[in-house]
């Protein structure tokens, strides 16, 4: 049953500038925008906060465009947007994949990857892509900027370092060299939470993430090790089973999850031809 919004404070900044003031002074505030994850928590009465500062009305948080050969992209970016922007399709293709399989188009219409990546499911589908990429996040302060790379942001389950008084402004993703790849496995394509998600770039170095594993997303360390070394698919495989820590949930089971981590795995390295021959062994685990 939606709980009440009686007793509830609600402040509309005009201004970036004007929110980070709020946020230092009117503290405790929680951001709000899409509001696609916020307005679930309401409907179902969990909804603990009370007071809250609408940013969805900032335009300096909203956009995508090149600077220095970074992709920057503002917090407010809505899906849809991702999925429309040249720049994403041409820069981080796999970006755009991943806000295709968000929700259906209303949630992509009003879901924002800053929302995303500041709510830290570690189903959320373009975490992985932001982990695959080594993205930099970018928190802003009524006195200060600092940039924090993505994979150093999370600091367990849902929770992240951002600090009370900080907005997370912005996203800076360097070139990315090699082929791009992402997977999402759930009971449908979209308009569902995933029981894994993949993003992956091939390569003689490749990098791959995973979401709805662990706690939170994770860069694969020590099977992206195993592959630079020239290591087997079985190898990284097995290594792979190992780095990740699934649970048993009403989505799926954690010896599901390992299964299916370990053949995509396969299907990425077979699909970026980052292994050749010794790939195909792999495929039956």
């Known amino acids: 049953m939606m709980s009440s919004v009686a007793g509830r404070v609600l402040l509309q900044p005009r201004s970036l500038k004007d929110a980070l003031k709020m946020l230092r002074d009117e503290a405790p505030l929680t ?30 948080l909203r956009g995508v465009e090149v600077r220095q050969d970074r992709l920057t992209i503002g917090a407010l970016t809505t899906y849809t947007e991702l999925i429309r922007s040249k720049q994403v399709r041409k820069r981080l293709p796999m970006l755009a994949a991943a806000a295709g399989e968000v929700g259906g188009v209303q949630i992509q219409n009003r879901g924002t990857i800053g929302g995303n990546v500041a709510n830290g499911s570690p189903a959320g589908d373009t975490l992985p892509v932001l982990a695959a990429a080594d993205a930099v996040v970018v928190l802003q302060s009524a006195g200060d900027t600092r940039r924090v790379p993505f994979n150093d942001f999370y600091t367990g389950y849902r ?7 900080e907005l997370l402004v912005a996203f800076e993703i ?4 090699g082929r791009q790849w992402f997977r999402k496995v759930g009971t449908r394509a979209a308009q569902a939470i995933s029981k894994i998600v993949i993003a992956g770039v091939g390569g003689e170095t490749p990098r791959l993430a995973f979401g709805s594993v662990a706690p939170t997303v994770i860069r694969a360390r020590r099977t992206e090790a195993v592959l630079a070394s020239g290591g087997t698919i079985v190898d990284a495989q097995r290594t792979l089973v190992e780095e990740l820590s699934p649970i048993d949930d009403i989505r799926s089971t954690a010896e599901y999850r390992r299964r299916v981590a370990a053949n995509l795995l396969a299907r990425f390295l077979i699909e970026t031809q980052t292994l050749r021959a010794s790939v195909r062994g792999g495929l039956s685990l």
């Open 31 to 60: 951001p709000l925008a899409g509001c696609t994850d916020l307005y679930v928590a309401l409907n179902f009465g969990t909804l603990k906060e009370t007071r809250f500062l609408d940013l969805w009305g900032l335009d300096a």
């Open 174 to 177: 360097p070139r990315v060299r």
């Open 159 to 165: 929770k992240h370092v951002g600090r009370a008084d």
